[in-house]
């Protein structure tokens, strides 16, 4: 039989700081799919571990999983379980990663073929190259991974005018008139008074919030942000602290405490409440519910740190990241962090705030003081692209990729609700992660994909939940209704063929829809 299901937003006490809906889905796993996972990780551990024990006593022919004689006295580079985990389930599937692409990773790639004779231990190219791959894998944002264009030109202007290389640091004599400008195009770009660029978006992280806390300083992190604000976290010598994610109760409760009962053993009042938080997370899909994060902010008198990686150009009107989809005024965020390795397609990352924390970041930070100065082309095309969506090369290209990319967005999220899959994250986040759940599905699915010509990416332990594999697509401006369509209908055919249409909850007919813009039915076992 068949019951109504109605989604209804999430009502919370901070309601009235959004001037927009924002609804977000997490599907509960089914419990019969969760069983079979656990049972399906079981069977793969039990037989890893025989074969082990096969090789131990040289009956087991592939010894190429075991260490090397002349590696034996050395200490492992992995624990146990890694060595195992990589030996036994990550091997079978290793052919879905690291392909190699031989083309611009735009809308759509190529990629060179290859095989293994030894259990995936092994590649060898097979000389063929596989044409026209639609990429749903990279994050290009707004399609500005491109070799033709605008953007392009004036990269090959400026190569030709100051090479390639800088080799020096921005203190020395590597500070270009360029990097000048790219970092006044920035803060102009964000609405701030001042910004500065790093050549690693790893690093941007990792680097410069160890010059942000210390000693005496309580960081609370978001439990799935970013590694690279896992480890900046960890490098500034701070104590950390780890609230749900984007959970606001959570989060509260934390700061109160914080203030309360101030550092341990000492109850001093701690230096410094720095809140670590993200603009899209990457593996889920979410949005930061950045109005609640700034009220609790001010409340507590806390500093927040906003990476904005996968936001920046991807969200709000006018492609001005979270606080721009928000409508909030960026002086409320202390430190904007940000990537222009994703929306801009280039490379290196960016801080952003007020004019005394980037002179201070300049004099104090690693990243600003060792590292070698960004690649001129590569600034080159985060100005022109900057640009570009700011409208200030007199043409509406920028802007309209960035409503292209909305509509994209929304209109590939709702037909993959619609044909039963369980989705994760916001209506309007550009990375869709999709359920898939049993480690025997992961491998199948990218393959089964790639020989449709349909390029995936897909993520397993222990870069999720054991039990929560996907698939993570990530949707571009460049992608045309007719890739969409085109990608959408090979999904819907190897999600049939591997049986991933999980969801209890499908579209109603359109007669009903005029009830609610989203209402389900609710499929009963």
């Known amino acids: 039989h068949y019951c109504v299901f109605l989604y209804v937003y999430a009502t919370s006490p901070h309601d009235s700081l959004y001037s927009r809906p924002f609804i977000e889905s997490f599907e509960e796993t089914p419990m019969l799919v969760a069983v079979l996972t656990y049972m399906g990780y079981g069977i793969l551990t039990i037989f890893g571990y025989f074969r082990d024990y096969l090789r131990h006593w040289k009956i087991e022919k ?3 999983a075991t260490e090397k004689e002349e590696q034996k006295d050395f200490v492992p580079l992995y624990q146990d379980f890694e060595n195992f985990y990589t030996r036994n389930l990550y091997m079978r599937i290793r052919d879905n990663w690291n392909r190699p692409i031989c083309s611009v990773p735009g809308a759509k790639m190529d990629l060179l073929e290859r095989e293994s004779h030894d ?65 006044k195009v920035v803060a102009r770009f964000l609405g701030v008074e001042s910004a500065m660029a790093f050549g690693m978006g790893f690093a941007t992280n990792s680097m410069n919030i160890p010059a942000l806390a210390g000693k005496g300083c309580l960081i609370l992190s978001d439990e799935l942000n970013h590694a690279s604000l896992v480890l900046g976290a960890r490098l500034s010598g701070s104590t950390i602290r780890v609230f749900k994610h984007n959970n606001m109760q959570s989060l509260e409760k934390l700061l109160s405490e914080a203030i309360v009962h101030g550092q341990p053993r000492t109850h001093r009042p701690w230096k410094k409440i720095l809140i670590v938080v993200e603009g899209i997370y990457s593996m889920e899909g979410s949005i930061v519910r950045l109005p609640e994060v700034i009220a609790l902010k001010k409340r507590y008198q806390a500093y927040l ?34 990537t222009f390795t994703k929306s801009f397609g280039a490379a290196g990352g960016y801080i952003a705030g007020k004019r005394e924390l980037i002179e201070y970041l300049r004099c104090n930070s690693h990243s600003a003081v060792y590292a070698t100065s960004m690649s001129p082309p590569v600034v080159e095309q985060i100005i022109t692209s900057m640009k570009c969506i700011m409208g200030e090369d007199g043409t509406t290209i920028g802007r309209d990729r960035v409503r292209q990319l909305a509509d994209n967005t929304v209109y590939f999220r709702k037909r993959l609700r619609e044909m039963g899959f369980i989705t994760y994250g916001n209506n309007d986040s550009p990375v869709v992660p999709m359920m898939l759940y049993m480690p025997a599905k992961i491998g199948a699915f990218g393959r089964e994909m790639l020989k449709r010509n349909i390029g995936v990416v897909v993520v397993g332990f222990p870069a999720t ?15 045309t209704k007719d890739m969409l369509d085109r990608a959408l209908s090979v999904i819907s055919e190897v999600g049939d063929l591997l049986q991933l249409k999980y969801s209890r909850h499908r579209k109603l007919p359109s007669l009903l829809r005029h009830l609610d813009n989203d209402v389900y039915e609710d499929i009963d076992d």
């Open 62 to 64: 592939c010894y190429i």
């Open 119 to 183: 259990y995936n231990w092994t590649f060898k190219y097979t000389g063929r190259v596989v044409q026209d791959v639609i990429n749903l894998g990279s994050y290009n944002y707004l399609g500005f991974a491109e070799n033709t264009g605008p953007c392009a030109d004036s990269v090959a202007e400026v190569t030709m005018k100051y090479g390639v290389g800088v080799a020096s640091t921005r203190q020395e004599t590597g500070n270009l008139d360029r990097h000048e400008e790219m970092e």
């Open 305 to 338: 740190y906003l990476d904005e990686a996968h936001s920046i150009g991807a969200l709000g009107p006018r492609g001005r990241g979270v606080v721009d989809y928000f409508g909030l005024d960026t002086s409320d965020v202390d430190v904007m962090m940000g």
């Open 465 to 479: 939940p054991i039990i929560e594999s996907r698939a993570r697509f990530c949707i571009s401006a460049a992608h």
